[in-house]
């Protein structure tokens, strides 16, 4: 029940596209679900989060479309540049809950 | 500036030598966790720390310590390590444990 199951596992786009990176969950009590973005040799950092009660979530070229009823959210990243190429991360936790949850990653790639 | 800092960057040991890698954080935290990253795994969280001197397992404990004697520090202690445990290494901090967490730059451990 504590899964975050994430897919794909990698992704090519070219410039300009727009990659959809999703994750599903199972516990309906997680009320946050961040996404982190890992360039290599890097540790993770905050990209973008989203708590339940909107169902969608801008900032810049990143947007998260949030699921509720089907459990499921997704990351969207309009416009693609090559330095977005990196490995990103969802995550899932809960008010009071010790701590996050991580999906296994999507490498994306950007070619130029 | 604000950061969490590890080390060493880089290991390589020996099967049951004992090693500690530490972690230090400048922001006045009260969460600390530490992750390992492996290919197709994730981040997985292997213990969390609360505040002081109140620290938990997370999903992948065994094998590992961790101590929580002042806020800044949450060092790791493996006491015997194995093989098994090669991979990356994250230490992150948030404010509190839901809270946006900051990563360390990693540290990458080899058990011959």
């Known amino acids: 029940q504590q899964q975050v199951k994430q897919s794909p596992q990698s992704l090519i786009v070219q410039k300009g596209g727009i990659p959809i990176i999703n994750c599903a969950y199972e516990n309906t009590a997680f009320d946050y679900f961040p996404w982190y973005q890992q360039f290599p040799g890097k540790g993770p950092a905050l990209l973008i989060a989203?708590?339940?009660?909107?169902s969608e979530k801008k900032e810049g070229r990143f947007t998260i479309s949030f699921n509720k009823s089907a459990k499921q959210f997704s990351l969207h990243i309009m416009d693609s540049q090559p330095g977005d190429s990196a490995t990103y991360f969802c995550?899932?936790?809960?008010?009071?809950?010790?701590?996050?949850?991580f999906g296994t990653g999507t490498r994306l790639l950007v070619s130029p | 500036e604000a950061q969490v800092t590890q080390n060493p960057r880089y290991l390589i040991t020996v099967t049951g030598k004992k090693l500690t890698v530490t972690c230090s954080q400048n922001?006045?935290?009260?969460?600390m966790s530490w992750y390992r990253q492996d290919p197709g795994l994730g981040l997985r969280q292997i213990y969390y720390?609360?505040?002081?001197?109140?620290?938990d397992k997370g999903d992948v404990p065994e094998g590992y310590k961790v101590s929580r004697k002042e806020k800044r520090n949450f060092p790791l202690i493996l006491e015997s390590p194995s093989p098994n445990q090669t991979s990356l290494y994250f230490c992150?901090?948030?404010?509190?444990?839901?809270?946006?967490?900051?990563f360390g730059p990693g540290t990458r451990l080899t058990v011959l």
């Open positions: 995550a899932a936790s809960l008010t009071g809950f010790q701590k996050l949850v």
């Open positions: 992150a901090s948030s404010l509190y444990n839901t809270d946006t967490q900051y």
């Open positions: 922001m006045n935290h009260e969460y």
């Open positions: 720390s609360m505040n002081v001197e109140v620290t």
């Open positions: 989203i708590r339940p009660d909107v």
